[in-house]
């Protein structure tokens, strides 16, 4: 299982970088479905690693994380498969326009936050699980590394709450979603677990 989940999971993250390289000309193109797919089918290659992870490490203490890793991604592939539809359809069947770009919004709000936000929740408890599991195994700089990513919950968790919350947090509203942060932070982690994997294997 680890040579199969390190296989798929490089190619995943071989499939990010392509994205990112091609994100400008895709979307020059109105491509976004496109790269929605993409998404949804690189999140697709990393459903095992959770698992692989867990049998690797072999500790009682990341069971908990393990659970929420696969949910994280399993969400993930779903609200892109699901976003990938929807551009889908407002792009090529909707020129007469029968769907209103307030409600073509409203449906990608549905598809999008606080569903996403709460994706990064569940991925920064798996990364908590994984460094309080790389501590236990003696690895401080891997259980260094998690306990930094897993700082990152609460970067998500306030951006879950502002899409959450009716009446707004002045200090808590102030921090947007960064998409240079989050495609950086997200890729760095699986390359950094798609490494150790890899290294023992």
């Keep these: ?15 990010y970088i392509i994205i990112i390289f091609t994100y400008k000309m895709l979307a020059k193109n109105n491509e976004f479905a496109f790269i929605h797919i993409l998404m949804a089918t690189m999140n697709a290659l990393w459903l095992p690693l959770p698992l692989s992870l867990y049998l690797l490490l072999n500790s009682e203490i990341l069971i908990v994380g393990t659970i929420f890793g696969f949910v994280y991604l399993f969400m993930l592939v779903i609200t892109m498969a699901l976003q990938t539809g929807h551009i889908t359809y407002i792009v090529k069947r909707n020129q007469n326009q ?33 460094g309080f599991t790389f501590w236990n195994n003696g690895e401080i700089l891997m259980a260094t590394l998690m306990f930094i990513f897993s700082v990152m919950l609460f970067y998500y968790l306030v951006l879950m709450l502002n899409t959450s919350v009716i009446k707004q947090v002045k200090w808590l509203s102030s921090i947007k979603p960064n998409s240079l942060i989050i495609n950086l932070e997200t890729l760095f ?8 994997i890899t290294v023992n294997i």
Excluded: C, H
Excluded at 104 to 127: C, Q, R
Excluded at 189 to 196: K, V
């Design 98 to 130: 029968s769907i209103t770009e307030q409600q073509a919004d409203y449906m990608m709000a549905t598809l999008s936050n606080p569903f996403e936000s709460l994706t990064g929740v569940f991925k920064g408890i798996w990364a908590l699980f994984l």
């Design 1 to 15: 299982m680890l040579l199969s989940t390190t296989i798929i999971g490089w190619i995943g993250i071989l499939l």
């Design 189 to 196: 982690f699986f390359i950094i677990l798609m490494s150790y």
